[in-house]
T-cell receptor, first 112, second 114 residues
């Protein structure tokens, strides 16, 4: 497996429902970030959580980090059709240099 | 809000040709990255650059690739002899300082190698 793997690979929900995406990684990290990408477009940074943090909130987003399990989750509450996108977790591994490793992403589809 | 810009937005080239992709970082940012994303696949780290030298590079970043900041502002990625498999979106990202800061991504350059 590779650093930063998300599940599910795809998620389809109704508007108003919550969406939860998970990410697992292999090595120790400095921080973990979640990004959003609309089809064919650039990446938008959503939230960064440091290795010594367990939970962060930003608007309708809630991110958790469990370094003992090497996993993170992204919760989007009260989803909207405009949340339809791919969501990636990205880790900054504790390798000394500056590097960011992306997972394969979760494709979220929110039905209106 | 300041943005990272990339040029060109789309580059079409023949196999074996050299291409240079350009990125204008956000002013005062110190850390620079290049990533690529093959269509339908995940974003792959290529290289990071700080203090005028490469900080880390991936296995993808072989001798065909190079990066530089020729004029202290633009950050470029050069592919010396393009291959068909280099066709991808190439994203530049910049970061203010320290690894706990947000990376800001440019809109990408779509490279098509024929």
């Amino acid at each position: 497996s590779q650093q930063g793997e998300e599940d599910p690979q795809a998620l389809s929900i109704q508007e108003g429902e919550n969406a939860t995406m998970n990410c697992s990684y292999k090595t120790s990290i400095n921080n973990l970030q979640w990004y959003r990408q609309n089809s064919g477009r650039g990446l938008v940074h959503l939230i960064l959580i440091r290795s010594n943090e367990r939970e962060k909130h930003s608007g309708r987003l809630r991110v958790t980090l469990d370094t003992s399990k090497k996993s993170s989750s992204l919760l989007i509450t009260a989803s909207r059709a405009a949340d339809t996108a791919s969501y990636f977790c990205a880790t900054d591994p504790n390798t000394g240099g500056f590097k960011t490793i992306f997972g394969a992403g979760t494709r979220l589809f929110v039905k209106a | 809000e300041p943005e990272v810009t990339q040029t060109p937005s789309h580059q079409v080239t023949q196999m074996g040709q050299e291409v240079i992709l350009r990125c204008v970082p956000i002013s005062n940012h110190l850390y620079f990255y290049w990533y690529r994303q093959i269509l339908g696949q995940k974003v792959e780290f290529l290289v990071s650059f700080y203090n005028n030298e490469i900080s880390e590079k991936s296995e993808i970043f072989d001798d065909q690739f190079s990066v530089e900041r020729p004029d202290g502002s633009n950050f470029t990625l050069k592919i010396r002899s393009t291959k068909l498999e280099d066709s991808a979106m190439y994203f530049c990202a910049t970061q203010a300082s320290g690894r706990a800061n947000t990376q800001y991504f440019g809109p990408g350059t779509r490279l098509t190698v024929l």
